[in-house]
């Protein structure tokens, strides 16, 4: 094997390693995603909230005895049986954001205050005797 072909396939060899670091970061970034959808669905999920409503259904019994000598008796039984039943109502809860409002101060800067600067004094006219002059 020459030089040239050894080197060929040093460079192949590299190639393949770069690629399969990507295919594998690439799946494991799938798979990050994936989870964050699930646990999204799992967070938002409806929640059962069960109710119960009792139902009382009364069966009336009339129990009537053969004729005898004695009056007849005639009884009217109530049975009272208790039914409770579920029934689920889905109340959707989700994550709500609620913006708050922080107070924060801000320092103000001192009023300012009177400086007694002196005033310069201010140029005074004067007039200056010119000599006359001769013309020849």
Not at 61 to 81: D, Y
């Amino acid at each position: 094997m020459t030089e040239h072909e050894n080197h060929l396939d040093q460079q192949r060899a590299e190639i393949r390693k770069v690629l399969i670091v990507i295919i594998v970061v690439a799946f494991a970034c799938y798979c990050v995603g994936l989870s964050i959808l699930q646990f999204n669905a799992w967070i938002n999920r409806p929640t059962a909230t069960p109710t119960v409503t009792p139902t009382i259904t009364e069966t009336p019994a009339v129990t009537v005895t053969p004729p005898q000598a004695s009056p007849t008796l005639i009884t009217l039984t109530a049975t009272g049986t208790g039914t409770p039943t579920m029934t689920p109502s889905f109340t959707p809860t989700f994550f709500t954001f609620t913006p708050t409002v922080t107070a924060t101060s801000t320092p103000t800067p001192p009023p300012p205050t009177a400086t007694n600067t002196p005033v310069p004094p201010s140029p005074t006219e004067t007039e200056t005797p010119v000599a006359p002059t001769t013309s020849p």
